[in-house]
């Protein structure tokens, strides 16, 4: 019965442990870097990665589109001069970012001017 239970604990353990497991930045290409101007939606300065949520204006149809911008953790954040209260919905700003590679309106967050 020990030996069964042990296994059990063993088997239990391996295949929670990808659970636990970092995200790849393997989307995001990071050869380019991209600047935008729109109006913060949503802040949201969490863990294990904070979000910069904007509205951004499409060049080619003047209509509002949505774009998600993944910040690095609060912590990295602070050392990179970000706080949580930095930006807040409504402001304009300009956002440097690494794009993603499929095309989706998002990217890595590299600054906010």
Known sequence: MNFRT????????????????????????????????GTVKEYEWTNPHSWLRMSIVDEKTGKPLNWAFEMSSPARQVELGMTKDSVHPGDVVTVMFHPMKDGTRGGQFIQAI
């Open 6 to 37: 042990g296994l059990a604990a063993i088997a239990l353990t391996a295949f929670a442990s990808p659970v636990f497991a970092h995200h790849s930045f393997a989307m995001f290409d990071i050869e380019k870097t991209l600047t935008l101007k």
